[in-house]
């Protein structure tokens, strides 16, 4: 049973003749969910949200908003809106016309549609700025008027595309935490995409790991670093290790790696490096084929990174060329779907 906002993909997919960019995917988003749709470059995320926002016709499948099909309506009408990449904001316009600008469309009255934009620029802190031009307002401040606007067409889900990867890492973490606050304050769906892992895990309720067309895996921020499904998502996540045992292929998360003297017959790796990080220490591994080969370009040993304390590591340091065995309790491998 769908609740009045949720969103659902059903087989959706997208074919661009040359590139099947959607390959049939299947998504519920429950409403007032904050979902990130993340993946490489090309894993067809912005496909995906294009079809939601109705700037794509899917080939196949459906767009469902409460419970109401809306894949072939025009973007205006189907209760969602996008926030784009470039913010998009009209350079000839002040920020209160940019903002007000749909409403001016539909010919809703001046007085009325500025009453709105107005009540919408003080939500993002941006009243003061109404008469300026787009051009003199910083990154950050642009993105606050195109939210301004996107929520201007009172969306049920609001959509994003990368909205944080035009800005410096410093403003990016800042506009993380409002766009969080603005989630908690509205209510409403957001679906993002990027290819930022760390954003993903920031903000999302609902984490969904795209792979060449096709959901890897679905789930909490959590359960997704926690128990990664696939070797793509254990890879893609990062901090996991991938480690091939006689029951096949398993993720074991850098700090859950335990570093013992071997016993005799142990099979056991060498340490490559040691990476001082403050209150952590890396400690690189490689196995052993890297003794056996002279030549570093070809050589492709299998590699892990354990993760240490800083206290821990100092207690008992490790120097590299040493040997050891990488040992884990069986709660922290978490067998992979090839
Ligand atoms: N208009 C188009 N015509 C043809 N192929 C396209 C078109 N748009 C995207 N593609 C292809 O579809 C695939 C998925 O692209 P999409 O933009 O959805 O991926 P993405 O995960 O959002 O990537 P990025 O992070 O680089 O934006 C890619 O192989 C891309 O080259």
Same mark, same amino acid.
């Given at each position: ?8 993909? =059903? ?17 519920? =988003? ?15 995320? !912005? ?23 809306? !894949? ?27 903002? #007000? ?8 009255? %001046? ?42 067409? %009172? ?18 973490? %800042? ?6 606050? *603005? ?23 609902? /984490? ?6 096709? =959901? ?8 997704? +670093? ?10 893609? =996540? ?10 096949? %292929? ?18 056991? /790796?060498?340490? #490559? ?9 890396? /400690? ?5 084929? #890297?003794? !056996? ?10 590699? *892990? ?7 821990? +590591?100092?207690? #008992? ?10 040992? *884990? *309790? ?9």
């Amino acid at each position: 049973m769908s609740t009045r906002t949720d969103l659902e993909l =059903i087989h959706l997919v997208k074919d661009y003749g040359q590139s099947l960019a959607v390959a049939g995917i299947d998504l519920k =988003i429950a409403a007032g969910s904050y979902c990130c749709l993340l993946g490489p470059s090309g894993c067809g995320k !912005t496909s995906t949200l294009r079809m939601i926002a109705g700037h794509e016709e899917p080939t196949e499948g459906s767009v469902v908003l409460g419970g109401r099909e809306i !894949t072939h309506l025009s973007p205006s009408e189907r209760g969602t809106a996008m926030m784009f990449q470039s913010y998009a904001l009209f350079p000839h316009l002040s920020v209160l016309d940019n903002v #007000a600008f749909s409403e001016r469309m539909k010919g809703t009255p %001046k007085a009325e549609r500025e009453a709105r934009a107005t009540e919408l620029l003080k939500l993002v802190h941006m009243e003061p700025y109404a008469q300026r031009l787009p051009a003199a307002l910083s990154g950050g401040q642009q993105q606050r008027v195109a939210l301004a606007r996107a929520l201007m067409l %009172k969306p049920q889900v609001l959509l994003l595309d990368e909205p944080l990867s035009a800005l410096d890492p410093f403003l990016r973490v %800042k506009m993380r935490a409002e766009l969080k606050r *603005w989630h908690r304050e509205l209510g409403m769906s957001f679906v993002h995409v990027t290819h930022s892992q760390e954003e993903a895990m920031a903000l999302a309720d609902l /984490v969904v790991v795209m792979n060449q067309g096709r =959901i890897e895996q679905a789930g909490t921020a959590r359960d997704v +670093f926690e128990r990664p499904r696939t070797e793509f998502v254990a890879r893609f =996540i990062g901090a996991h290790n991938i480690i091939e045992t006689p029951a096949g %292929k398993v993720a074991v998360r850098c700090d859950r790696l335990n570093l013992v003297t071997p016993d005799v017959g142990e099979p056991a /790796v060498t340490v #490559a490096a040691i990476e001082y990080q403050g209150a952590q220490v890396q /400690v690189h591994l490689v196995a052993d084929a #890297a003794h !056996t080969n002279d030549d570093p370009e070809t050589d492709d040993p299998a590699r *892990w990174v354990a993760v240490l304390g800083d206290t821990q +590591f100092h207690s #008992a340091p490790f120097e590299p060329g040493q040997r050891v065995a990488m040992r *884990w *309790w069986a709660q922290d491998a978490h067998g992979l779907i090839a």
